[in-house]
């Protein structure tokens, strides 16, 4: 067991998610991605990756994770209720 020298490969699991996801990720980061209408990624580039992974091809999961997770943030974070911070009693209380 020390002689092991790497972790097993997920590579075959990670391109099946995105195989099985693909529609759904397509469609969070096409034209309607928040993060491309800030300007922080072009929807082409972003759209050639998912296809290239679907299809099995290499890709840079390493960038596409990030976006897919920002995204994912991005939205989550926009769409909450406003909240606010005040204390009470010596402690921060959110609201």
Known sequence: MLARTAKGGFDALAYAGLRAGAP?????LGPSSQLA????????????ALTRAAAGQPTAQGALHPVVAAEVWLRQHTAARAAWWEEVGGRVAAA
């Open 24 to 28: 759904v990720l397509k469609d969070l």
């Open 37 to 48: 209408a800030l300007g922080l990624v072009t929807e082409q580039p972003v759209a050639d």
